[in-house]
Structures are given as structure tokens and as C-alpha cells.
């Protein structure tokens, strides 16, 4: 399995990126993908997922309103439209594909993870 991350960059408070995750080696229709980030000095965290079943998604309350998942099963990938970015929201930006539904946000559910892709946002 190989899932990579890409699309990322440094960007303006107030802007916008949007990430890709290509996925490789599984069975994609069949998997909840998920967004984690992980800044300079803290844990890895739950951003927001898309359940294989149904396309539904879930968003940490950190970023609900400004961030959207998607996913095209056609082309194995996953997407991460991010709005409004804040310098909080400063991280390596990982994808992850797991079989847990979307509210299981632990990290520990999703057995296969991308490389990252780094999201400055600065003025």
C-alpha cells in the first residue's frame, strides 16, 4: 500500500491549498480516508475523514467551515480543500486510510499513512 501526500506549500493568512493523496496497493472504495497534521512540537491530530460507505465526513472542530474532504474512487484520491488558513494551522499534513467509521478519530485506526506534505501559512 502507498499512499502520498501532495499539493502542499506557504501560503498568506486568509488563503487557500488544496491537497492530494494518491493511493496505490488497496482496494480505495473500500477504505475511510483520513487528514492528520502534525505541528513542530506537538502530537499528530485528527484534521477530518470520508467514510468509504456513503462519501459522509467528519471534521475536527478546529477547522469545520473552512476545510473540505472529497474523494474520487474513480482515481484513488483523496483531496483536502483548506480556506481560511490560520498560522495555526502550520503542520506536515499526512493522509491515512483505515476501515474505522468516520467518528473513530484515533490515529491508531488507520493502518496505512502517507508521507506528508508541509503547509506553512504566513504573512
Known amino acids: 500500500v502507498q499512499l502520498q501526500a501532495s499539493g502542499g506549500g506557504t501560503v498568506q493568512p486568509g488563503g487557500s491549498l488544496r491537497l492530494s493523496c494518491t493511493a496505490s496497493?488497496?482496494?480505495?472504495?473500500?477504505?475511510?480516508m483520513g487528514w492528520f497534521r502534525q505541528a513542530p512540537g506537538k502530537e499528530r491530530e485528527f484534521v477530518g475523514n470520508?467514510?468509504?460507505?456513503?462519501?459522509?465526513?467528519y471534521y475536527a472542530d478546529s477547522v469545520k467551515g473552512r476545510f473540505t474532504i472529497s474523494r474520487d474512487n474513480a482515481r484513488n484520491m483523496l483531496y483536502l480543500q483548506m480556506n481560511s488558513l490560520k498560522p495555526e494551522d502550520t503542520a506536515v499534513y499526512f493522509c491515512?486510510?483505515?476501515?474505522?467509521?468516520?467518528?473513530?478519530?484515533?490515529?491508531?485506526?488507520?493502518?496505512?499513512w502517507g508521507q506528508g506534505t508541509q503547509v506553512t501559512v504566513s504573512s
Open positions: 491515512a486510510a483505515g476501515r474505522s467509521t468516520v467518528y473513530d478519530t484515533r490515529s491508531a485506526q488507520y493502518p496505512y
Open positions: 470520508v467514510a468509504w460507505t456513503d462519501s459522509s465526513t
Open positions: 496497493g488497496l482496494t480505495f472504495s473500500r477504505y475511510t
